[in-house]
């Protein structure tokens, strides 16, 4: 950011500079610049590499503005913005696919795209080249529109600074960027909504430093500033990002009091980086609460909350098998063992097939590799997750072991939770979570416990804030479970939604506040 500011500095300035200055402040330039590049180039090697987050955000963010400034003054300066070209039009993005999405999560997609659209929009202006013509462009605005919904909070996946709060202002100025560049007017919808809303960004820590709104209005104002808004449509919906392994449900998009949805994630990327070990994960929003949620805090990255809680499947809407989760280690959890990034990737999973053309929509995803470094015994474990009427999810898990293993079925939230024999509810402030489960699973149910806290985080890194709580489903130890599961949201303080089922050998009816439908297994 510093050297940015320099490069801006220098060229805006260039005039008004003695020599002595001018000369001092370049020198400056050229010796960062090439501390950054030797970084890219030899110890990131990044081309090769590109899983960097930090060495990928650099390209963008100092290395094409410093370039700009010193392209007739410094030989080098050309060869550096052809680096640069070369990664963005070759090898970028390292995180997703022609999907748009980006695996890192929503928070690391705004930091990214902030870089990028500036650098371009530079190197368009400079060189003419326009290097939005890829189709990872063209459609990544839509990553946010539904997988960082307007009216959620707590409800997407990833490393997130901003956890707890609604999505924030850079992230309305990041989408109306790819609002004007693509011509999508849902995304003119979606800037609004946060432009209107976040009117203090300025006082919160994780923007300190970062972003300068003041210039972001100058520069947005003058490039897209003429587009109306289109609200995205209200009718039940399922998309899916099948290359990087993320999907959404929405029913009532636009209505935050009305509104339903589900972001669901089985990643090919599994926990490397600022991913968790969280593939086949959830979490679920209604009426205005994210009811089903990833519990816990993002202080830093390495510090006790993260490297034990968060990143782990321990604070995520998943099983464990045998008390065992996914292999989401780093150089900074102290693994009793040889770390290496490639074990993140072999954890990852896959989203295996999905509808969403249908009357009931499903996306099923294939989460076995996920938890076979800690549990070799696991063959196999998929979740599918069909979405009925706009109201309903019915979720089923199934697994294949060697030896018997137990299965502890978790749920996590910020609100009350109440239980019964094989069901319980989440309590929020707006609405209800009625979570049963309806299968011969029941038969195998040891269990269903309220338990509060974090496990064995430091408890000063929490002090003075909310303790979480989850829900553990316990099933008795077998080489094959099969869960099926059906969560109904309901408004607090209005009808709650009417459902009834059958359930007669694959084929499941429900009857949804009157309307029937039928779900084959």
Known sequence: MLLQTMAWGYDWLHAYFTDEERETIKQALITRLEEIMHH?????????????????RSIGSAVIPTCIALYNEYPKAREYIEYGIEYYATHYPPWGGEDGAWAEGPDYWNTQMAFLGESFDLLKSYTSINMFNKEFYKNTGDFPLYCM??????????????????????????????????????????????KARDTEAHTKFYNFGWWDF???????????????????????????????????????????????????KCSPFGSISHSHGDQNAYTLHAFGDTLATITGYYGGFGVDMHIKWRRRTFSKNLPLFDGKGQ?????????????????????????????????????????????QFHNPDLESYKRKIWFAKGKVFVMRDTATLKTEQDLTWLLHTTFKTETATDSFQIIGENALLDVSFINDCTADLLSIDKVEGFGEVDPAEYADLEVHRHVEAKFKAKKEHEILTLLVPSKLNGPKTDVSYTLVDNTLTLTIDGEVVTIEL
Not at 243 to 249: K, N, P, Q, R
């Open 149 to 194: 919904p307007v009216h959620s909070r707590r409800a997407s996946f990833c490393d997130q600074s901003s956890i707890g709060d609604f999505p924030g202002l850079k992230l309305a100025y990041n989408i109306k960027h790819f609002a004007g560049v693509n011509n999508k007017p849902e995304y003119i919808w979606y800037y609004n909504q946060l």
């Open 214 to 264: 003041g210039y972001d209005d100058l520069r947005f104002d003058y490039l897209w500033n003429d587009m109306p808004e289109v609200a995205p449509s209200n009718e039940p919906l399922l998309k899916v990002f099948p290359v990087t392994g993320w999907a959404t449900f929405h029913s009532n998009m636009t209505n935050r009091e009305e509104h339903i949805h589900m972001v669901y």
């Open 40 to 56: 890219l180039e030899v110890t990131v090697d990044l081309l090769a590499n590109p899983l960097n987050s930090h060495g990928v």
């Open 327 to 371: 292999y989401a280690e780093n150089t900074t959890t102290k693994f009793d063992g040889v770390h290496q990034d490639r074990y993140c990737i072999e954890a990852g999973g896959k989203i295996s097939d999905y509808d969403t053309e249908s009357e009931v929509l499903f996306v099923e995803g294939d989460a076995s590799t996920s938890y």
